[in-house]
């Protein structure tokens, strides 16, 4: 399968950034990748940043629902700007 990717010049740029975290993670099972950035697969708020700043964007896969509230908080105090998409 070929490493193609399509957008705008910093839509590519993300994504092959994203393919390299995802490269350097592979094997480690607290990480994840869905085709765009590398992930968390459970909070670490100082993983998290650090992907933030290099990536620009990370998530967590899943978070406890009576966690949601300290995390933000955790990541509010990092500066960095929480949302929360809940099934």
């Known amino acids: 399968m070929a490493n193609e990717v399509f957008g ?3 839509q590519r740029a993300l994504l092959r950034l994203g393919r390299a975290m995802a490269d350097l ?3 480690d099972m607290r990480y994840g990748y869905y085709g765009r950035t ?5 909070p670490n708020d100082g993983h998290l ?3 933030c700043r290099v990536q620009g964007y ?5 978070v ?7 995390v933000k908080v955790g990541l509010s ?9 809940a099934k």
Not at 58 to 62: D, I, K, L, P
């Open 8 to 10: 705008s010049d910093d």
């Open 25 to 27: 993670t592979r094997g």
């Open 77 to 85: 105090a990092r500066s960095l700007t929480p949302i929360h998409y």
């Open 38 to 42: 590398a992930t968390l697969s459970t």
């Open 64 to 70: 406890p629902i009576g966690d949601v509230s300290a």
């Open 58 to 62: 990370s998530s967590y896969s899943t």
């Open 49 to 51: 940043a650090a992907l």
